[in-house]
């Protein structure tokens, strides 16, 4: 499975930017797509992910309230929103997904191992 992301960019604070990820193969419709991020010198950590069975979300502390993660009916894409951008946004994110049922304990942690695809990251910048 490839995952092809998009989107990413330079944006001033406050600002919104939308990202894109797409799946080459339909096999991921009962697992998670998500994405996570990783700013310089600190571990990748879980953004926002999805789970397609119920259509739960998740979300970091961080970013609660100002990103909004979603999927398309075909369960190959997923689209992440976000708005009032902070430096501290500032990372190459990442699409990743799985095609394994996480427990909801395993998805809401985020761990990046329980995720077998892994995009090529697209780098978001927030500055003035």
């Known amino acids: 499975v490839q995952l092809q992301a998009s989107g990413g960019g330079l944006a001033q604070p406050g600002a919104s930017l939308r990202l894109s990820c797409a799946a080459s193969e339909r096999t991921l419709s009962n697992g998670v797509m998500g994405w996570f991020r990783q700013a310089p010198g600190k571990e990748r950590e879980l953004v926002a992910a999805i789970r397609w069975n119920g259509r739960s979300t998740t979300y970091a502390d961080s970013v609660k309230g100002r990103f909004a993660i979603s999927g398309d009916n075909a369960k190959t894409s997923v689209f992440l929103e976000m708005n009032s951008l902070k430096p501290e946004d500032t990372a190459i994110y990442y699409c990743?997904?799985?095609?394994?049922?996480?427990?909801?304990?395993?998805?809401?942690?985020?761990?990046?191992?329980?995720?077998?695809?892994w995009g090529q990251g697209t780098q978001v910048t927030v500055s003035s």
């Open positions: 990743a997904a799985t095609n394994k049922r996480l427990i909801m304990s395993r998805f809401w942690e985020g761990i990046p191992s329980d995720y077998d695809y």
